[in-house]
């Protein structure tokens, strides 16, 4: 158990490699907030994965600086906060001492609490000289590479595509939306035939457009990722009863899911047949621990789900992917796929398969120099 002292809350703005465009808009600059927990069996940091705007979520950057900042950080300095020494289902759901649980009552500000969870959790592993891959009881030590690409001209994105099939990945996820889908998909797969292809749609097909997404199966995509909105679940329901006659193609629920009882609702109904588990996006790595084992007690293929995160991010990423069940690839690259400067060290990748962190914590320190080149505002809390 440990008491925290002081927690500072840095609001960071780091330079992409290239723009990430979706459906929901352009992310040009990464903006995103690192926490920096003190207890007094050490320090601990975390990330907290909103989005510089409010558009794939309600959270954004700035925001959840703010509510960090100034409402949920002032309820834990002086607090005692604890983990369980394995996880276990029972063990995780009884925690009293876990950031969940203090900030349970806590409305719409999931990643921001996935961000202080993270420090946590970062901070008594490594009192502790443990892994998260070793707490959550990971025996793999690598897993596969997959990466994704936004919305681009056919051209540009072939290109990508091809170039990052070059450097070991066997799984593409290519962003879609209305008129730019078929052709895009056909062009991919004549130029990478093996390639495992998934499509993400983020939400932006009409109810109406059922054919227009099944075609994309036809074409070749192996998976599609929340094609239509959440409020739209009959589409999915139709949508995947038209895709029973073509194999399995996983319809995985993104944005759909925000938590157990939309997974519970969803999977009732019938409109999704996989999940993107985002631990960033869902409130954390207990929450996407919960869903992981929704997801194997009712046969759903699972995906790690990744946004735009730095190495930090990234590692609970990866050491979460090596769970048995997310058997879908995942947002598997290492932050410098995205990331032109990042303070923390990287995901390492050989021959197509990402590293699964082995070193005590969630991830190593990051650079204390970065760190204050990057730095937009800090604040201290406590
Ligand atoms: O819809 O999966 C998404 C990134 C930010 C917000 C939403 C999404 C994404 C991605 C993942 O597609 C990209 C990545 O982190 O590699
Ligand atoms: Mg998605």
């Known amino acids: 158990m440990s008491a925290v002292s002081t927690i500072d809350v840095h609001l960071l703005e780091l330079p992409l490699t290239e723009p990430f465009t979706a459906s929901h808009g352009q992310t040009l600059d ?25 558009t794939y979520t309600a959270e954004s950057a700035i925001g959840t600086f703010e509510a960090i900042s100034e409402s949920l950080a ?3 300095v002086g607090a005692t906060v604890d983990m369980p020494t394995a996880y276990a289902a029972d063990v995780v759901a009884e925690d009293s001492r876990s950031v969940t649980a203090l900030l349970g009552n806590v409305a719409g500000q999931p990643m921001a609490i996935a961000g202080l969870e993270m420090a946590v959790f970062d901070a008594v592993l490594k009192s502790r000289g443990q892994s998260l891959a070793q707490w ?11 990466v994704s ?36 998909v056909a062009a991919l797969r004549r130029a990478l035939p ?29 998976a ?14 139709e949508l995947i009863d038209r895709l029973q006659t ?12 925000a938590t157990q009882a939309d997974a519970e609702t969803l999977l009732s109904m019938g409109a999704m047949t996989g999940l993107s588990i985002k631990p960033a996006r869902v409130g954390g790595l207990v929450a996407a621990l919960s869903l992981h084992r929704f997801c194997l007690a009712a046969g759903l293929a699972a995906t790690a789900g990744g946004m735009l995160e730095t190495g930090l991010g990234r590692h609970a990423l990866a050491a979460l992917a090596a769970l048995p069940g997310f058997t879908v690839t995942g947002d598997l690259s290492p932050a410098g796929r995205w990331l032109a400067a ?4 990287d995901l390492t990748m050989t021959a197509g398969r990402i590293d699964v962190p082995a070193g005590p914590g969630v991830a190593p320190e990051p650079d204390p120099y970065l760190l204050d080149r990057y730095r937009l505002e800090h604040r201290r809390v406590g």
């Open 246 to 257: 073509m194999g399995p193609v996983p319809v995985i629920a993104d944005e759909a899911v």
């Open 74 to 76: 002032p309820r834990l």
């Open 30 to 54: 990464r903006t995103i907030v690192a926490i920096r927990v003190t207890t007094d069996d050490g320090v601990g940091w975390g990330e907290c994965s909103a989005l510089p705007a409010a």
């Open 149 to 184: 690409i936004g919305l681009d001209t056919i051209e540009a994105t072939v290109a990508k595509a091809t170039g990052l099939a070059a450097e070991g990945y066997g799984r593409l996820k290519v962003k879609v939306q209305p008129g730019h889908d078929a052709e895009l």
């Open 194 to 222: 093996d390639i495992e292809l998934q499509v993400d749609a983020n939400g932006s097909y009409p109810a109406s457009a059922v054919d227009d997404v099944l075609r994309l199966a036809e074409l070749g995509a192996n």
């Open 342 to 345: 990042d303070p923390w060290p």
């Open 224 to 237: 599609i990722e929340q094609p239509f909105a959440p409020s739209a679940p009959t589409s999915a329901i």
């Open 136 to 146: 959550m009881g990971v025996d793999t030590r690598t897993v596969p590479a997959g």
